[in-house]
């Protein structure tokens, strides 16, 4: 992997050297890991006028390979403790003679800057705006393996849960199970707080799960995500709890699932964002569900859950090959419940068949 973090930092320096700054200050996280590999906590990382560093407050843990930052990268661990490796690190750039420095402004908190200032009062600071997470869009195939494998996990926590007796437990401890059998199956831990809605609570977007138990006749919805190595994936299910779905509950589960496979077909490289939330879009609205709609129809994912591109009415831009992102529209009925299917998949040309569908438990409406 050393190669490919040495690839990513050339992009990103490569784009500051456009802008004038021969130096460069990561500090978002998941901008960090995606550079330098996996670093302690509050690392950040510089992009030297002459030498990259990795500045953190401790060492990184050496008990696992996978959980070590790219070995080419010299570390610079801060003596003693309470110390800000953000502020260290424009020390360190100014000591190498740099006379600006990019920096992530959308993340960088004002006291930050402030220190900064007073420890580098001769460096200028600009801004590197969103370009280590335009960089982020587009996955190689090894990124995209390890989305692949944590929609298996994922996968398979859902189906163990499937198998159990649902009835009479409650929301909370349904979550919490999944996010139990998620770990067991081998992730880091969820992508993201499990929701689990019965009743007339499913299909809520973002749903808490409460202490409301599963009844009878009841649609089930489920959202949850695995991480894997950093990389997070998504999925959400509904089923109906009894012998046999109400007719209702069939007319709008057919309903949701024809939206979500419309947006699935239309995911193929250079279209539009809005064109596949349209599509998922108009499938709803044209039954009338319009005010029931959440407010995109699915994103990216990767080291981040939510990431570009969002696929929104309102979105800009184009998806290109290898790009994974969610569709997940849904309906949510106040006081009846809904319906909610989210999918992972990574777009494909169609020469390569298509969009590649990462989670694939069945969206078929199983009574439970």
Request: aromatic letters at 2%; one cysteine or more.
């Amino acid at each position: 992997m050393s190669e490919v973090y040495a690839v990513r930092r050339t992009r990103l320096r490569e784009c500051c050297n456009a802008g004038g700054s021969a130096a460069a200050l990561v500090s978002r996280p998941a901008n960090v890991r995606y550079l330098a590999g996996p670093a302690p906590e509050g690392a950040v990382l510089l992009l030297g006028r002459t030498e990259d560093l990795l500045v953190c407050a401790g060492p990184p843990d050496d008990r696992a390979p996978h959980n070590r930052p790219d070995e080419a990268l010299r570390l610079h661990v801060m003596p003693g403790i309470g110390g800000d490796p953000a502020v260290a690190a424009a020390g360190l750039a100014a000591g190498q003679g740099a006379d600006s420095l990019a920096v992530e402004e959308h993340h960088l908190t004002v006291a930050r800057h402030r220190e900064i200032g007073s420890v580098a009062p001769r460096l200028r600071l600009a801004g590197i705006a969103g370009a280590v997470e335009q960089l982020r869009v587009v996955k190689d195939e090894e990124e995209i393996s390890c989305l692949r494998i944590g929609a298996e996990i994922a996968d398979q926590a859902l189906g163990e849960l499937l198998e159990s007796i649902l009835v009479g437990r409650t929301e909370r401890h349904l979550a919490l199970e999944l996010e139990r059998r998620l770990v067991d199956h081998g992730a880091d831990g969820p992508a993201f707080p499990t929701s689990v809605a019965t009743g007339p609570h499913a299909g809520r977007p973002g749903h808490r799960p409460t202490d409301r138990r599963v009844e009878e006749g009841d649609f089930l919805s489920v959202c949850l995500g695995a991480t894997y190595r950093g990389y997070r994936c998504e999925i959400g299910r509904t089923f109906v709890i009894g012998t046999a779905p109400a007719d209702w509950q069939i007319e709008l589960y057919d309903l949701v699932f024809s939206a979500q496979r419309a947006g699935r077909e239309s995911l193929v490289p250079g279209a539009a964002c809005r064109d596949v939330d349209r599509a998922a879009r108009q499938v709803l609205d044209s039954a009338g569900y319009a005010e029931a709609l959440p407010v995109l129809t699915g994103h990216g994912v990767g080291l981040e859950i939510d990431e570009d591109p969002q696929l929104t009415p309102a979105a800009m831009g184009k998806l290109d090959a290898c790009v994974p992102v969610t569709v997940e529209p849904g309906v949510h009925l106040p006081g009846r419940g809904g319906v909610r299917i989210d999918d992972t998949l990574v777009v494909r040309p169609e020469a390569d068949g298509g969009p590649e569908l990462l989670t694939i438990t069945t969206k078929e409406l199983l009574a439970l």
